[in-house]
Nanobody, 126 residues
Framework: QVQLVESGGGLVTAGGSLRLSCTASGRTFNSYTIGWFRQAPGKEREFVAGINWIGRSTYYTDSVKGRFTISRDNAKNTVYLQMNSLKPEDTAVYYC???????????????????WGQGTQVTVSS
C-alpha cells in the first residue's frame, strides 16, 4: 500500500507558474504509474497527466499539453507537475493517484487508480 501527499498548490495570477509535488510513503513507489487529476467546482474529476514507473512514458490531456510537465524522482518518492502559463480554467483541486496494476503504461480512467492523495488547491486569478 502507498500513501500519497500533494503539496505546492496556491493562488497565482494568469500566466504564472506553480509546481505541485506528490510524495509517497512505501518502498514500492517506483513500481507505480502516477497520475495527476483535477476537479473544479461543480465538475467531474478529470485526468490531467500521468507518468509510468520509470518516467519514460508520459501522457497529457489536450488542454495542458505544452504548458504542464510531469516528472518523477524515484529516489525521493516524488512526482512533480510543473504548471506554466496557467489559466483561470486551470483552477481546481489537484489530486495525485497511483496505479499499481500497470506500471509500464499510463491510463486516464479514474477507476484504474488504486490510491489517492487528499488534494491541493490551485487557484488562478484573471
Amino acid at each position: 500500500q502507498v500513501q500519497l501527499v500533494e503539496s505546492g498548490g496556491g493562488l497565482v495570477t494568469a500566466g504564472g507558474s506553480l509546481r505541485l509535488s506528490c510524495t509517497a510513503s512505501g518502498r514500492t513507489f517506483n513500481s507505480y504509474t502516477i497520475g495527476w487529476f483535477r476537479q473544479a467546482p461543480g465538475k467531474e474529476r478529470e485526468f490531467v497527466a500521468g507518468i509510468n514507473w520509470i518516467g519514460r512514458s508520459t501522457y497529457y490531456t489536450d488542454s495542458v499539453k505544452g504548458r504542464f510537465t510531469i516528472s518523477r524522482d524515484n529516489a525521493k518518492n516524488t512526482v512533480y507537475l510543473q504548471m506554466n502559463s496557467l489559466k483561470p480554467e486551470d483552477t481546481a483541486v489537484y489530486y495525485c493517484a497511483a496505479d499499481q496494476q500497470r506500471p509500464a503504461a499510463v491510463v486516464t480512467a479514474l477507476s484504474e487508480y488504486d490510491y489517492w492523495g487528499q488534494g491541493t488547491q490551485v487557484t488562478v486569478s484573471s
